[in-house]
């Protein structure tokens, strides 16, 4: 009877947040939102896409080091500053609203606009600290995509500068926005699987091919700053396979899939453990494969790492056809959740779940509306900075142990998420600071 009323009370508690925000422009064109768009590639002109689509408020500019190519995710993806600024011109245009957005190759001239309230950094992860800290200083509010870093020490920067300067950030996590997600998680949150013992992630496997040992550089194309986009990131010859969509498989500028697909379901499991803002207190390294050395990719093709927590909990996450998912397990049962879709050990468990969304209701959509109504009402959005930074600097962790793992095997250390820093692990400490130059 105990866990009977303690499930209906769940129930109620779980049916409020579902709530879906309001999404189109606002009542008055005063208080439309101005924004600047930096980085146009794949993630970028989806957003972009997005945005237009919900008419969430004037895109007035864009900034891409590229000019305009094909060759991202896919080959005839045709992306860059100039077809995105065309792109918001065009449809600007059949809706009747200002057709003004200027095209810049230096992020900077975004920044220094009086008319640009927030900016959305949709680049590479290397660039996410500088331009965030730089942004913030500059009044604007910032939709950042995940992971929110590229190294550990750098999100405790960005939580500095947002705070300091009183802007709203939103992580690129969008899954905090997916109603599916918001439920499962806050249904192991409210105690429907009883005390929960232990979290199953997945990431996915890499989905592109790069070159092998021996591979030989290539010119710059005359439309690419390659200068620029390399930024804070170690001076390396150029390669069409290091830029644009497959960044994330060198460890100069990602994280591999431990980043890209982990900072969605791990960001998931410290949800459902009520630790947004913390992390583990040990993280082993299980499991770990690489290319053959002289790769251009360079991150770990699989892998399989084991986390405890102070609660007790552990969590494992580990390489998969999945993609992302996240799996709970409790006392009496389990719900799991993720791009394969949402289970649980009984059908009842999932009572009250809401339908998953499509269109203006998929969750990119329903992120970036939370961030334009936090940036109108200056309210916390649903994934603010130190979550953002929390979640990636597990990933980050997680990624200095398995780094280490073919010359020294398994590796357990103790982790003291205070500090961000390994407990007598010098080795993986160092894996945590990459190289940097000044940009």
């Known amino acids: 009877m105990a866990n009977r009323r303690r499930f209906l009370a ?93 095209a810049y190759a230096d992020f900077r001239k975004i920044l220094d606009r009086n008319d640009v309230d927030a900016v959305l950094i949709v680049t590479p992860d290397h660039w996410h600290a500088d331009m965030t800290v730089l942004a913030a ?73 790069g070159p092998g040992p021996g591979w030989v550089p290539e010119a710059v194309p005359a439309t690419f700053d390659y200068r620029s986009w390399l930024g804070p990131a170690p001076d390396a010859p150029y390669h069409h396979d290091r830029c644009l969509y497959r960044f994330r498989f060198n460890y100069d500028y990602s994280g591999g899939q431990i980043t890209n697909f982990g900072a969605h379901c791990n960001d998931m499991a410290h949800w459902g453990m009520d630790l947004d803002r913390g992390g583990p207190t040990e993280i082993e390294c299980l499991e770990a494969k690489f290319l053959p050395a002289g790769s251009l990719f360079n991150t770990a093709t699989e892998t399989r790492f084991r986390c405890r927590y102070p609660n007790g909990v552990e969590l494992v996450c580990e390489s998969g056809p999945e993609g992302v998912q996240t799996r709970f397990e409790g006392a009496d049962g389990w719900m799991q959740t993720g791009y394969k879709g949402t289970t649980a050990s ?72 205070t500090l961000g820093r390994f407990v007598d692990q010098e080795a993986a400490n160092r894996m945590l600071v990459p190289h940097r130059r000044d940009p």
């Not at 891409?64 to 065009?90: I, K």
């Not at 190294?151 to 947002?162: L, S, T």
């Not at 109603?179 to 929960?196: H, M, N, Q, T, Y």
């Open 346 to 417: 009984d059908p009842a468990l999932l009572a009250g779940m809401p339908a998953k969304g499509t269109g203006r209701q998929d969750s990119h959509s329903l992120h970036l509306a939370n961030f334009i109504d936090c940036v109108r009402s200056r309210e916390e959005p649903r994934a603010p900075v130190e979550v953002g930074h929390a979640s990636a600097v597990l990933c980050h962790a997680a990624n200095a142990l398995i780094r280490l793992f073919p010359e020294a095997g398994p590796t357990r250390a103790a982790w003291d998420a």
């Open 10 to 102: 769940s129930s109620l508690a779980l049916s409020a947040p579902f709530l879906l925000p309001r999404i189109g422009r606002a009542a008055g064109s005063a208080e439309r939102v101005r924004v600047g768009f930096i980085g146009t590639g794949n993630q970028g002109m989806s957003l972009l896409t997005k945005f237009l689509d919900d008419d969430l408020g004037d895109v007035v500019a864009v900034c891409d080091v590229n000019e305009g190519s094909l060759g991202y995710r896919e080959p005839d993806h045709f992306y860059g500053r100039e077809p995105a600024a065309e792109f918001v011109r065009r449809r600007a245009g059949t809706k009747g609203l200002p057709a003004g957005c200027d």
């Open 137 to 209: 200083d500059a009044g604007k509010d910032v939709y950042c995509e995940k992971p929110l870093t590229l190294a550990a020490d750098e999100g405790r920067r960005m939580i500095d500068a947002v705070r300091r300067g009183k802007r709203i950030l939103q992580t690129g996590s969008q899954e905090r926005s997916n109603p599916v997600s918001r439920f499962v998680c806050e249904a192991v949150k409210a105690g429907r699987i009883g005390r929960l013992s232990r979290i199953v992630t997945k990431v996915g496997y890499n989905n592109k091919t």
